[in-house]
Every structure is written in structure tokens, then in C-alpha cells.
């Protein structure tokens, strides 16, 4: 294909990287630190860490799992905390020691858990005390006793702020009572690694740095193995596409979105620990009232987030009161940005809100709009510097542009394979080394990208191919509704029939009302011929729509 999106790229943009710039993470992230050691490079709760401190700290917990743990390189670490300041610690100690870090959703379930923790062949983990419980209940189904650590989550604050926190919130949110066999406490394999020295740890750009497990969101979860190389291409990637944006060692992001997703570790904790930026992390970013309250301490110029996020910041009203005189850089990725919530985002902060894309095995970025973008344009963008993209029928026939075909990429930020999985991994690629998406999509006559739909969402209403997430754009124009899903259902005249799931702002909304409206917008055979009025979206833990939980409802 004619890499005709070069044509649209801002003028300071490259159209390649050098994946093979730094050996390792590691590299990259000791080049900032030796540039920007005394900024601070994370927030919570009143508490700031200076990269100085995220260095030391980190080379002691690296000296812990060496000496103290005996783990090597290559074994593998879970890490199962929300965004708090021993996150980066941990990560960085694990890199540093040479381990494959592996990222824990905290709210897994037991039986979720185990399956990470042995199919990983985990060694150790560093674990949040809240759902120490679940880890608990998760060891009798383990083939191992890994090593384990326990955090709180004021572990890294002073003493006294400790204490007067801890009663607090012991109130609000009581540590559900648990017991764990040969359990290290963070604070004591900090202190206790800070008497050791650190073995060097000779690192290659084709170790592997991650297995990042996919949300299993349409199919089996499986872990995609994201070497060193993988990841310092996409940063290079990013960095070098938002060059006259990135302000090294002056930016402020808000990181509400988890740090173990691919999404924020990449473009939030990664991105500005090698730019020399501060993370104000946000532990819970579905308390809305108190992530403003910390937004509001500081003139915040970067923030990444996904649909479901910014829509629920525009409906509170104290949001329309932060300063956004120095936001300069939005970015909206993990699902498709809504054209009512784009707007409205413009509207409110006088900034556009960026849409791009991208997916675990890609580390994750593919595409990106430009930062000269001056409002909402429904693509996902272009592909990303070294980045080329294909689009393919089901044959594995490449089809003319303007026709929807599945998206197919290469580039050097696309994972080695799936753990495990040989079989996935082959079937992940064509036999010319593209990996496929598994979305539908389409470019146009100047390059840009629009994502249709997941293949494996694609409703096929009497023979017509029927894209959930055209009919939930339409939905959404719709006064009164809050949010909706649109999924397939097995139909004895259509094959397949259109099932719409409707969470109500407006309760006098009815379902003739809306079956009226999408009269008006769209095709006979696109209209849903049934509609669901529910509370709330079944969602994964960045605020994706569960649509296999959809299907699973009996309503």
C-alpha cells in the first residue's frame, strides 16, 4: 500500500524511529533521571517522588529480588497495585533486576487471578493489601508459592501523615482481613534492599520486559510478550510524533487510567519518566468528586483517558471550573471516542480531544491524530513513524482503499508473540508478516483511519454487515441517553438480530421514542429489534464495554 498518510504528517514529524536508540528501558529511563533527578516525577495524596528518589528506590528493590528473593532474569514478577507511588518502584526494581514484569488487574477475582499467576510462572509478587484476600484465596489453585510482598497504600508517605491517613480511611474503606503464607512487607524489603549492592544486570533490546495479558474481551486471555525493543519503539514513536508538544521536564499529566493497562503504562508512566514529566496519579478515577479535588491543586497540561472517563468528568459541574489554561495535549484511547463527548470536551476546555489506537500486542500505540488537529474528526488518526498498515478481506486479499477490510500493521513496536500459544501467535500473522487486528476499518483518499468494528462484533443481519458502532453513534445523539451498547443476537428469520442496551439519563425515555429516532438515521435492517433499558454497562477496568457480558445478560 502507498503510504499516502505520510502526505498529512506535521512537518517537524518523522516517518521513522530508530527502535534500536537505548539497549534497554532501563537506558532510557537512567538517561532521564540523570537529567531531571531532582523534579518530581510522581504524585499522591499530598505525597511527591523526585526521580532522584524513584532511582534509589528502585535500585533497592532491584538488590532485594536478587539477594534476598534469589529471582533471576527472566523470572517473571506480578505486580497487582492500583496507581500508587510504589507502582514505579516496583516496575523499575523488576527491570532493573532483569525480571519480566507482569501486570495484575487489582480486582481480578481469585480464579482470574491464579490463571495469570500460573500461566506466567510467576515467581513473585508485590501485592496491594486490600486484595491480599483474593491472593489468599487464589494460592490452593497455584502449581507454585511464589514470593510475596505486601503494600499499602501510604507505605511511601511520612510517618505521621501515615498514621493520621491510615484511621481515616480505615473508616471509609476497611482492609478486608487476610493471611498469606512467608510474607515480606514493602517498607522492610525496602530498607532491607537498600543495605545491598545491586548486581549489575546485562539487558538486551530483545529481552523480554513484559508479558502484558490481553483484556480477553472478545476470546481467550493470553499473554503478549512485548520485548525491550517493543516498548522503547512506540515511546520513540510517540515522543517523536507529539515533538513540539512534549515539553521535557515541564509536564504535568493526569494519570487516571490504571498504570498495570498497556495504555497508561506506555503513554502515561513510560512516557514521561523518559520526558522528565510528573504523574498526579488518581486511585480511583470512578470517584469523580475527588479526582477534581486533586486536579484542582494542580495546572495540569496533559491528560489521556477513554470515553467513559471524560463523559462522566463533563457531567460534573465542578469540572467546567478547573483551569485549563495550560492543557495542551488530550489523547483518547482504549475504546472509540464519542462524537457528542468530543465536543462537548471542546466546548468545555477550548481544547480538541485526540483520538488514536492501539491494542496490547502493539505496545500499544498504531495510530494517532496529528497534534494540528483543531477538532474532532471521527478517524483514528494516521499510522504512528515506522508504522505500516494494511487492510485485508476475509481471503487475506488486500482491498482497494475506501473499502472496509480487517486492519493489518507492522512496525517494531509489535509484540514477539503470544506466551504459550504457538498456535495463536501463527495464526496472529499473515504468512508476510502482518498482524492482524481483528478490526474492521477503512482509510481515506488522504490516509486517515476509521475503525468500524471488532470483526468478531460484526452483526450479520440477513446477509448485510451491520457495525455496532455505527448504531451507537446514532444512539447517542439521542437526548436524555447517558450511554449504550449495540450487540448481535442469534435471530431464527435474520441469522442475527440488533440487541441495543440503554443506560437512561432522562427516565421518561421510552423505547418507541427510540426506536423512532433511529428510524430517522439509519436503514431498516440497522434498527435494533430489541432495546434494553439497564443501570449500567458491564465495563473492563479501563471502562472498555463488555459486550460478551452483554450477550451473557437475560433480560
Not at 246 to 264: K, N
Not at 299 to 307: A, D, R, S
Not at 355 to 363: H, N, Q, R
Request: proline share 6%; aromatic share 8%.
Amino acid at each position: 500500500m502507498e503510504k499516502i498518510w505520510l502526505n498529512q504528517y506535521p512537518p517537524d514529524v518523522p516517518t521513522e524511529i530508530n527502535p534500536d536508540t537505548y539497549s534497554s528501558i532501563v537506558a532510557m529511563i537512567d538517561e532521564a533521571v540523570a537529567q531531571h533527578a531532582d523534579r518530581p516525577a510522581f504524585y499522591l495524596l499530598g505525597r511527591t517522588m523526585t526521580f532522584r528518589e524513584l532511582d534509589v528506590n528502585s535500585r533497592a528493590l532491584a538488590a532485594y529480588f536478587q539477594q534476598i528473593l534469589k529471582l533471576q532474569k527472566g523470572d517473571r514478577l506480578a505486580i497487582i497495585l492500583p496507581n500508587i507511588l510504589q507502582y514505579p518502584l516496583v516496575l523499575m526494581g523488576a527491570l532493573r533486576a532483569g525480571l519480566i514484569v507482569v501486570n495484575v488487574n487489582p480486582l481480578y477475582t481469585a480464579d482470574e487471578l491464579a490463571f495469570r499467576l500460573n500461566d506466567a510462572e510467576v515467581k513473585a509478587t508485590v501485592i496491594f493489601s486490600h486484595v491480599a484476600h483474593i491472593l489468599e484465596k487464589a494460592l490452593p489453585h497455584l502449581a507454585f508459592q511464589p514470593a510475596i510482598i505486601v503494600t499499602d497504600m501510604l507505605d511511601l508517605h511520612p510517618f505521621a501523615r501515615r498514621c493520621l491517613m491510615a484511621a481515616a480511611m480505615k473508616l471509609m474503606h476497611p482492609t478486608p482481613k487476610w493471611r498469606l503464607p512467608y510474607v515480606a512487607f514493602f517498607n522492610q524489603a525496602l530498607t532491607q534492599g537498600r543495605a545491598l549492592a545491586l548486581q549489575p544486570v546485562e539487558l538486551t533490546k530483545e529481552d523480554i520486559a513484559f508479558l502484558q495479558y490481553t483484556g480477553g474481551t472478545t476470546g481467550i486471555v493470553k499473554g503478549a510478550i512485548l520485548t525491550h525493543r517493543n516498548m522503547i519503539a512506540n515511546l520513540l514513536q510517540v515522543r517523536a510524533w507529539f515533538n513540539q508538544k512534549l515539553q521535557p521536564g515541564r509536564e504535568i499529566v493526569i494519570t487516571a487510567l490504571p498504570l498495570y493497562h498497556i495504555f497508561s503504562l506506555l503513554g502515561n508512566c513510560l512516557l514521561f519518566m523518559s520526558t522528565g514529566g510528573l504523574n498526579v496519579l488518581i486511585i480511583n478515577p470512578r470517584d469523580i468528586p475527588s479526582m477534581l479535588k486533586e486536579m484542582k491543586k494542580f495546572k495540569f497540561t496533559i491528560m489521556t483517558g477513554v470515553n467513559t472517563l471524560f463523559a462522566a468528568l463533563l457531567k460534573n459541574p465542578a469540572f467546567k471550573r478547573l483551569d485549563f489554561s495550560h492543557l495542551h495535549f488530550v489523547f483518547g484511547g482504549g475504546m472509540a471516542v464519542q462524537q457528542v463527548t468530543a465536543e462537548q470536551w471542546q466546548s468545555v476546555t477550548h481544547f480538541p480531544l485526540l483520538e488514536g489506537y492501539g491494542l496490547t500486542e502493539a505496545s500499544p500505540c498504531v495510530t494517532v491524530n496529528p497534534y494540528t488537529l483543531k477538532e474532532y474528526n471521527g478517524s483514528i488518526g494516521l499510522p504512528l513513524p515506522s508504522t505500516d498498515v494494511i487492510f485485508l478481506d476475509n481471503g487475506g486479499v488486500e482491498v482497494p482503499r475506501g473499502e472496509i477490510g480487517e486492519l493489518g500493521i507492522k512496525g517494531p513496536q509489535v509484540m514477539r508473540g503470544y506466551w504459550h500459544h504457538p498456535l495463536e501467535t501463527k495464526n496472529a500473522f499473515t504468512k508476510e508478516g502482518w498482524f492482524l487486528t481483528g478490526d474492521m476499518g477503512v482509510m481515506d483518499k488522504e490516509g486517515f483511519i476509521r475503525i468500524v468494528e471488532r470483526k468478531k462484533e460484526m452483526i450479520l443481519v440477513s446477509g448485510f454487515n451491520v457495525y455496532p458502532l455505527e448504531i451507537e453513534t446514532v444512539l447517542m445523539m439521542l437526548p436524555g441517553l447517558k450511554e449504550c451498547a449495540v450487540v448481535g443476537i442469534p435471530d431464527e428469520q435474520t441469522g442475527e438480530a440488533i440487541k441495543a442496551f440503554i443506560v437512561a439519563d432522562d427516565k421518561s425515555l421510552t423505547k418507541d421514542m427510540i426506536e423512532n429516532h433511529c428510524r430517522v438515521h439509519l436503514t431498516p435492517y440497522k434498527i435494533p429489534k430489541s432495546i434494553v433499558f439497564i443501570n449500567e454497562l458491564p465495563k473492563s477496568n479501563i471502562g472498555k464495554v463488555l459486550r460478551r457480558k452483554l450477550r451473557e445478560l437475560v433480560v
